[in-house]
Structures are given as C-alpha cells and as structure tokens.
C-alpha cells in the first residue's frame, strides 16, 4: 500500500485535500443535477434546479446571519457574496459605482470553469438562484442585477443595488 493510500485509509488526509475533493464533487453535482433535470424535464427542470439553488441560498442567508452576525446592509450582502465565493474557490473583484450600487467580477470562477469544460453554461439556474437569494435573505432591500451574464469566454458580473428611496 502506498503512503498516500494508507494515510487516507486512516483519515490521515490533509484538510486542504479534503476542501479541493469536496468543492470538486459539489460542482459536479452542480452541473450534473442541473444537465439531468433539463434532459429529462427541459425548462420546468431547469426551473426546479433554480428552485432548489434559491431554497440553498436562502437558508445558508439565515445561517450566516446567525452564525456570522451579518445585518441587513448592502455592505453585509456583498460580504456574503465574498465569503461563499472564498469558500468555493472563486477569485472577486468589487467595485462601487455610487454608494447604492456595487458590481462583482469573477476573474476565477471555478463552477464557470467546469460549465466551460463540461460544454453548457448553467449559471442561471443553479449559481444566480443561490447568489442572490442569499444576498436578498441578508438585505431584503436590495435588487440582484446581472450586468454581463456568463457565457464560454467570459464569466459573469453582477451587481447589488438599493434602489434610491431604500438607501442606506
């Protein structure tokens, strides 16, 4: 048996190995639920992949209030959006365009990157849902926009804006 084998065996697996598997199996599942359903149902199981992405990001809104103490600014639905993005392994680049309004670039997405290679882009029905859910859970105010939606060369760019009247 080799060293890496017996370890692994043993639960001896650097957490960093642990991470990259399990974001690895998550995009899977991420495209792979979203390319049966549409196969099998067409645009009602796109829907119904977009449905649970938004029921996702929903609950994980609540839990990072609680857990992390976010409030219901505009400021604390970016941080959810840069937290999740650092969990998955997404690069983001932030800029404010006034003082109600910010837009996110992914110069890295890793979820794109396996829609690219896999050869379907699925951001609108299983990452958008998620994302601006959980940013409407931390701020209800605020709208999701998307700027520029993905496609096999570029990843996309989003915004958070609070419309005039709900500024903060």
């Known amino acids: 048996m080799g060293i ?3 370890a692994a065996v043993r639960g001896l697996i650097p957490a960093g190995n642990k991470v990259t598997e399990l974001r690895s199996d998550l995009f899977r599942l991420m495209y792979e ?3 049966v359903l549409e196969k099998k149902y067409g645009r009602e199981g796109l829907e119904t992949a977009a449905e649970v992405f938004a029921r996702l990001g929903a609950q994980d809104g609540e839990l990072m209030k ?3 103490g976010l409030g219901d600014t505009l ?3 970016l941080d959810a959006w840069v937290i999740v993005g650092n969990i998955m392994g997404a690069k983001i ?3 404010w365009v006034s003082d109600t309004r910010v837009e996110t670039e992914h110069p890295y997405c890793p979820q794109h990157a396996v ?3 896999r050869g379907k882009i699925y951001c609108e029905h299983v990452c958008l849902p998620y994302v601006n859910t959980l940013a409407k859970t931390i701020c209800p105010a605020l709208e999701p926009e998307v700027v520029r939606a ?3 060369d570029h990843t996309c760019v989003k915004a958070l804006m609070l419309p005039e009247e709900k500024a903060e």
């Open 4 to 6: 890496m084998k017996a």
């Open 33 to 35: 639920m979203a390319e």
């Open 66 to 68: 609680s857990r992390l």
């Open 75 to 77: 400021h604390d639905a």
């Open 93 to 95: 680049k932030t800029r």
């Open 115 to 117: 829609f690219v290679e």
């Open 150 to 152: 993905a496609d096999m």
